[in-house]
């Protein structure tokens, strides 16, 4: 019986250096479940979408924050992050607001500056969690 899951950073010298709060690669060993989460939005559930780049960023972590919850998980378990940014100039909030919901939790990062599902959206992200 498998008792504690690790994950181990993977960021060998010979590669450019993961800057801005991720690693290169997240190994994750002994775990029993994986959580795939759905691109998450910057929408409540009564459809509401802020304005402010910098409140949808907080609101798409708050709906992945409750994804993992609601798997028994927390932002310690997320193994791979991908978000797709509507525009450059959002790039910095984003980064920024990540950092502060993840703490010194570093997973596996890629960034996506694309079109979006919805113009009046500024982000979107999905994740993988592992336990």
């Known amino acids: 019986m498998i008792d504690t899951m690790e994950l181990k950073p993977i960021d060998p010298a010979t590669v450019p250096e993961a800057v801005g709060g991720y690693v290169n690669a997240m190994q994750v060993q ?5 959580l795939f989460i759905s691109g ?16 949808q960023c907080r609101l798409v972590w708050r709906n992945v924050t409750a994804v993992l919850a609601e798997a028994g998980m927390d932002v310690t378990n997320l193994v791979k992050v991908t978000t797709f940014l509507g525009g450059r100039e959002h790039a910095a909030v984003n ?8 703490g010194s939790h570093r997973p596996a990062l890629t ?9 009046g959206w500024v982000l979107e992200i999905e994740a993988v969690a592992a336990a």
């Open 111 to 119: 960034v996506i500056v694309t079109g979006i599902f919805d113009p």
């Open 95 to 102: 980064t920024r607001v990540r950092n502060e919901v993840l």
């Open 40 to 55: 998450q939005i910057p929408q409540t559930p009564d459809g509401h979408v802020p304005d402010d780049p910098e409140e």
């Open 30 to 34: 002994d775990a029993r479940r994986l």
